[in-house]
Each structure stands twice: as C-alpha cells, then as structure tokens.
C-alpha cells in the first residue's frame, strides 16, 4: 500500500507538470484595460498634438512608442519617448495597474487620454526619487516645467 501511495504521489506531479498553460512567447501582454487598436496615431502626430493642446485640455489617443524609464518602487509610472527628444509622463487610471520594471526600451501600445500639466516642483522631486536619481539630481529641481502627460486606461506589451 505504501509503494503505490508514493507511486501516486510520483505520477501526480508527473502529469501535473504537463497540465501548465503553455504559454506562448510571442503572444502579447494587456495591462489595465485590454482595447482594440482602432486608431493608432503616429508618433510626429501626437507631438503636433501635445505642443498645439492648452493645460486644460485632454485628447483620447491610441499611439505607439518605446518606454524610456519605469518607475523603479513598483512600476506606478513610465516616461515614453516623443519625437525631437521630447518625453511623455504616462500614469495609469485610478493606480489602477502597475507596470513591470523590465520592459525599458520595449515598444508598448497605449490607450488613454492625453494631456498637458504643469507640474510642480515637489511633483517632480517625487519622481525623479521614484526614478532613482540622486540628492543632487534632485536638488536641482527648482522650477515648475510644461510636461507632456498621458493617463492611460490599458497597455499592450507586445512580445
């Protein structure tokens, strides 16, 4: 009885292990909402976009770029790149889906609203310690800049 007990045993994580999902290296990843890719811009178009938009206005876009920096204590934020050296902060509905820390230099999808802000001192003192710079990076954070932002409701990595 005790032999067919471990026998049991052995076949059980046996045939456990094929019963994995296999997953596929290929597929792509959603975070946040998922979405169809019903209009993506181009990247020069989302530029013209952010640099002719008001503080107080917002557009809902669909565009591709290649993530720069995540937010190294728990992916709450990333900077994507712009056209012309130009950067976009993007922040996620509601804190409602982090971001993985190994996806710099990735193309990403994004789906959200886009914006312009003034950000404040402190706000980016925030950041840049949440990005890992140093008390001297910091400390020459002294004035209120125009930032291109973006809250986005759902991300698609794909791989």
Known sequence: MKGFNILLVFLFGFFSCFSQQNT???SSQFYGDEFEITSLSDKKEVMKQFAAMPVSDSLNLQFKTKVKEV???KGCWMIVELPEGNQ???RFKDYG???PADILEKEVVLNGLAF???MSVDDQRHYAKDGGKTAQEIAQITTPKRTYSFEASGV???N
């Open 156 to 158: 698609l990595v794909p």
């Open 88 to 90: 976009a902060m993007v």
């Open 24 to 26: 596929n290296v290929n």
């Open 71 to 73: 937010c190294k204590v």
């Open 97 to 99: 889906f982090f971001m």
């Open 116 to 118: 312009v802000e003034e």
